[in-house]
Nanobody
Framework: QVQLVESGGGLVQAGGSLRLSCVAS????????MHWYRQAPGRQRELIAS???????YYTDDVKGRFTISRDNAKNTVYLQMNSLKPEDTAVYYC?????????????WGQGTQVTVSS
């Protein structure tokens, strides 16, 4: 069984920074596409950033220029550097990844990590 384990959430003041990490719990997997989503109270979960194995990146307009997604393929880890945080960034942040285990490709979710930005 494979899990995506997230870390790095917390409470920060507006204008501050946080760095989220997400790592696959097994080393014998290969991560393909990796994503960060977030879900604010009363809202649907939304995709905010994606990255391919060759480091092509996508950002939603809300976070473009403030957040940076990156990855370490050797460690099956994806990161989200969040700068210039705003109160409206408050949400539970989830990583999501397509993982190859042998020749089988499956999609996995992390457990979520809370990010709270105070004004």
């Amino acid at each position: 069984q494979v899990q995506l384990v997230e870390s790095g959430g917390g409470l920060v003041q507006a204008g501050g920074s946080l760095r989220l990490s997400c790592v696959a719990s097994r080393s014998d997997v290969q991560a393909n596409m990796m994503h960060w989503y977030r879900q604010a109270p009363g809202r649907q979960r939304e995709l905010i950033a994606s990255i391919t194995r060759t480091n092509s990146m996508y950002y939603t307009d809300d976070v473009k220029g403030r957040f940076t997604i990156s990855r370490d393929n050797a460690k099956n880890t994806v990161y989200l550097q969040m700068n210039s945080l705003k109160p409206e960034d408050t949400a539970v942040y989830y990583c999501n990844a397509d993982l190859y285990i042998g020749r089988f490709l499956r999609n996995y979710w992390g457990q979520g990590t809370q990010v709270t930005v105070s004004s």
